[in-house]
T-cell receptor, first 113, second 109 residues
Framework: KAGVTQTPRYLIKTRGQQVTLSCSPISGHRSVSWYQQTPGQGLQFLFEYFSETQRNKGNFPGRFSGRQFSNSRSEMNVSTLELGDSALYLC????????????FGPGTRLTVL | DQQVKQNSPSLSVQEGRISILNCDYTNSMFDYFLWYKKYPAEGPTFLISISSIKDKNEDGRFTVFLNKSAKHLSLHIVPSQPGDSAVYFCAASGNQFYFGTGTSLTVIP
């Protein structure tokens, strides 16, 4: 079974631009979560989608948004990029919510110049 | 506010000895706890988990202990191997997953 895939793997943008990251979950997984990882901050939860609905949102500004499609693939968008948005963005999928282990993709490394 | 904390950013252990990684949490409503391992340039991979109704779960060389009264979780790796060198994250499941900041484990051959 193929794992979680994320595209692109690396991205360089400039301040003020916007970016869209993509995540394809493991086949059959309906829950997709997004995390931001920065040095010293661990994984910070961005949002979770389940069956095309956002079920939970972390403490991030409205510049961060996402969506999930009917095939469970998910995208996250960051508008008006800031230098502090430079991070590894990880996507994780799971069969269902609550307590089930998550399977992570390799991440997208975003650098904002 | 960090609901899951790993206070040791790094740990070095000799090969063959025990590695103990610690994690503290603040929310007594968490119902599930997990440990993930992360190598550079890869996403975290699931290692072991424990339900809040248990106090110990073992899987091969890995054992997780849960002390609910102390709101403390630990991962024991015995014996430690050089391939265990990675960053370890603990996580707690509530309405979402909360992750600690990670502990970088180095196993010295």
């Amino acid at each position: 079974k193929a794992g979680v895939t994320q595209t692109p793997r690396y991205l360089i943008k400039t301040r003020g631009q916007q970016v869209t990251l993509s995540c394809s979950p493991i086949s059959g997984h309906r829950s997709v979560s997004w995390y931001q990882q920065t040095p010293g901050q661990g994984l910070q939860f961005l949002f979770e989608y389940f069956s095309e609905t956002q079920r939970n949102k972390g403490n991030f500004p409205g510049r961060f948004s996402g969506r999930q499609f009917s095939n469970s693939r998910s995208e996250m968008n960051v508008s008006t990029l800031e230098l502090g948005d430079s991070a590894l963005y990880l996507c994780a999928s799971s069969l269902r919510r609550e307590g089930n282990e998550q399977f992570f993709g390799p991440g997208t490394r975003l650098t904002v110049l | 506010d960090q609901q899951v904390k790993q206070n040791s950013p790094s740990l070095s252990v000799q090969e063959g000895r025990i590695s103990i990684l610690n994690c503290d949490y603040t929310n007594s409503m968490f119902d599930y706890f997990l440990w993930y391992k992360k190598y550079p340039a890869e996403g975290p991979t699931f290692l072991i988990s424990i339900s809040s109704i248990k106090d110990k779960n073992e899987d091969g060389r890995f054992t997780v202990f849960l002390n609910k009264s102390a709101k403390h979780l630990s991962l024991h790796i015995v014996p430690s191997q050089p391939g265990d060198s990675a960053v370890y994250f603990c996580a707690a499941s509530g309405n979402q997953f909360y992750f600690g900041t990670g502990t970088s484990l180095t196993v010295i051959p």
